[in-house]
């Protein structure tokens, strides 16, 4: 079952590639307001619905999280988002672009504390961004961009039979930079 799955994902994100008019790859700096800051990696998918108008789909992973998550929990934090956005042709090499959208963020939470078993919820957060992108060639360009991403999410922590919740706050600015490859 597990190969069938996997096959049809791999099918399933071929398809989705080959309808994108454009493939992302990018790093990406998240400030937050309760879980601090960190770099991460990611890709997304671009497909022009009506002219200057695009549909995106990113994914983005942080690995262990945060400066503070110390040496006994590590939190990666995995961001599978869509959004539409607005581009503004300046010139022929110059486009501005804005707008917003939603992701399901996932926490994988690695513990080696012993005794204690902590897990952060995966939620549903909302994001906006606004950016500019430089063509370098017809197929190459690169883009620039700031994000503020709203997210609320609880962290539960079981020690001996008690249990302890904690609501965060991760809303907060990042920035995205990268290259984007045109079909």
Do not use: H
């Amino acid at each position: 079952m597990r190969m069938f799955l996997a096959v049809l994902g791999v099918v399933l994100l071929g398809s989705v590639v080959a309808c994108a008019n454009g493939l992302g790859f990018f790093g990406s700096y998240w400030d937050t307001k309760d879980a601090d800051s960190d770099w991460g990696g990611g890709a997304k998918l671009q497909l022009e619905i009506i002219p200057n108008v695009f549909v995106e789909d990113r994914g983005t992973y942080f690995p262990e999280f945060g400066e503070k998550s110390g040496d006994e929990v590590k939190v990666d934090i995995i961001p599978v988002e869509a959004d539409a956005i607005l581009k503004f042709p300046i010139a022929d090499q110059f486009k501005l672009y804005g707008g917003g959208g939603a992701g399901y963020y996932i926490f994988n939470v690695k513990n080696d504390v012993d005794d204690v078993d902590i897990e952060v919820d995966n939620e549903l957060g909302y994001f906006a961004v606004a950016g500019v992108e430089i063509a370098l060639s017809e197929q190459v360009s690169l883009f620039a961009e700031g994000k503020y991403t709203w997210l609320d999410t609880t962290t539960t922590a079981k020690f001996e039979g008690v249990e302890e919740k904690q609501d965060d706050s991760l809303d907060g600015f990042g920035g995205v930079a990268g290259i984007m490859l045109t079909f």
